[in-house]
């Protein structure tokens, strides 16, 4: 292990053959030991700031630096991929299904993926196997490992696709809306486990649309809006002091956990903008309620202390 900082991403910007600018400038920073939300609302590019991390964006160019370890993975060729896909950084997403094959049974799936990047014996990797599915807090792990991916709940499933990412001791998970499609109580013991992970075995980045998860299991967080990370902050310090308009309106719209609900929730007017109307300027102006002239240049990303934020009001 060598330095705290695991990944940056300085800049990153992926602009596709058709379908235009999809990032158009994603900063953040994730230190060893953090649990980093990105959250934003639906196409704002959290998906593809994941995927570009292990290399695996749709075509297009990219610039800016993504720099891991204290190595540029923009330079990555092929070959230095298949080295760290899977091995240094994994990817677990909504659907455990996407990560299985339905026809094989789960605990030989995880002991290729473990043999593919780890010199070890068939019967030794079997053995990690059922102690990892263990560490997942799956009840019967040899039993489990007996089993087909179709005959295990969703929050099983997705324990064991966590248990397979897992697999090769990566320094970074990368979790793609994790909990999204299983019920809130499985929600919670899946969120409940990230954050053991997070303390225990790698840095996460925690992607999600919705706060409330960032407020519960993240110690850090990074909103994106429209393709543009907006703002960065501890966890803590975001939820008591947002900066950022398009933050502040966010954080307004999360229903209160107690007490009785109000009529209506505060809701933004208007909608994001697509990769083809992103303003040049801020990227808010259109929506925000304090914009001035000087939002018609795009906002420097700010720092202030370990907070960062791209707003003229904070100069
Ligand atoms: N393979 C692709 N080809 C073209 N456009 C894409 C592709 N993947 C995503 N996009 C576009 O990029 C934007 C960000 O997508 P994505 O990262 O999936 O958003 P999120 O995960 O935040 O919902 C969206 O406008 C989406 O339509
Ligand atoms: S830069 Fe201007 S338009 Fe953008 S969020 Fe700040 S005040 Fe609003
Ligand atoms: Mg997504």
Redesign the pocket.
């Known amino acids: 292990m060598t330095g705290k900082t695991l990944l940056s991403l300085h800049d990153l910007r992926l602009d ?1 053959p058709r ?1 235009g600018i ?1 990032l158009d400038g994603v900063s953040l920073t994730l230190e060893r030991g953090q649990i980093l939300g990105v959250v ?1 609302e ?8 994941g995927l570009s991390v292990l290399g695996l964006q ?1 075509t297009g160019k990219l610039s800016g630096r993504m720099i891991f370890d204290g190595q540029d993975l923009t330079r990555f060729g092929e070959a230095e991929w298949r080295g760290f896909r899977g091995k240094r950084a994994a990817m677990i997403f909504q659907d455990p299904m996407t990560a299985f094959l339905p026809v094989r049974r789960i605990g030989p799936q995880i002991e290729e993926q473990i043999r593919l990047h780890m010199t070890m014996s068939r019967r030794a990797a079997r053995a990690r196997v059922i102690a990892l599915l263990g560490r997942m807090g799956v009840p019967s792990p040899e039993r489990m490992a007996e089993r087909y991916p179709h005959e295990l709940s969703g929050g099983l499933r997705q324990r064991a696709m966590i248990a397979m990412a897992l697999s090769c001791d990566p320094e970074l998970l990368i979790a793609d809306e994790p909990t999204t499609a299983l019920d809130v109580t499985v929600q919670a013991q899946i969120l409940t486990l990230l954050r053991e992970i997070g303390a225990r075995d790698a840095s996460v980045m925690l992607i999600t649309h919705d706060m409330g998860v960032v407020s519960q299991s993240c110690t850090h967080v990074a909103v ?1 809006y429209a ?1 543009v990370v907006i703002e960065t902050a501890p966890v803590q310090k975001l939820l008591a002091t947002p900066l950022h308009p398009y933050t502040q309106a966010l954080l307004r719209a999360i229903p209160p956990l107690e007490g009785p609900r109000p009529d209506r929730l505060p809701v933004i007017e208007g909608v994001p903008p ?2 083809k109307t992103r303003p040049s300027g801020c990227v808010f102006a259109p929506r925000c309620a304090a914009v001035e002239s000087r939002c018609q240049t795009r906002p420097a990303f700010r720092e202030r202390g370990d907070h960062k934020v791209a707003c003229v009001l904070y100069p």
């Open positions: 596709h379908a999809l934003g639906s196409g704002s590019g959290k998906s593809l700031t749709p994106l393709g697509t990769p």
